[in-house]
């Protein structure tokens, strides 16, 4: 199973270590490198760092072309 399967998986609820539960999430852009994007998790109860993430450029470039065409995804072989 490869992680394209999924497209663009995001989060929305995160076990936060200070609230002691799972918590609602929002992502927060940290970095833009130019082979990838690095994403922060963050509680939106209190603002605690609770998870990162990972995007590829291709998979970055893929979203974006997607959202264009209306949420079709083109594969090219």
Excluded: N, W
Excluded at 45 to 72: F, H, P, Y
């Amino acid at each position: 199973m490869s992680d394209r399967q999924f497209g663009e998986l995001r989060a929305s609820s995160l076990y936060c270590t200070r609230c002691g539960t799972a918590q609602p999430v929002r992502e927060r852009l940290l970095l833009v490198l130019p082979d990838r994007e690095l994403h922060e998790y963050v509680c939106a109860t209190c603002g605690d760092a609770v998870g990162t993430k990972e995007v590829s450029a291709a998979d970055v470039v893929s979203a974006r072309l997607a959202q264009r065409r209306g949420g079709r995804q083109v594969r090219i072989l």
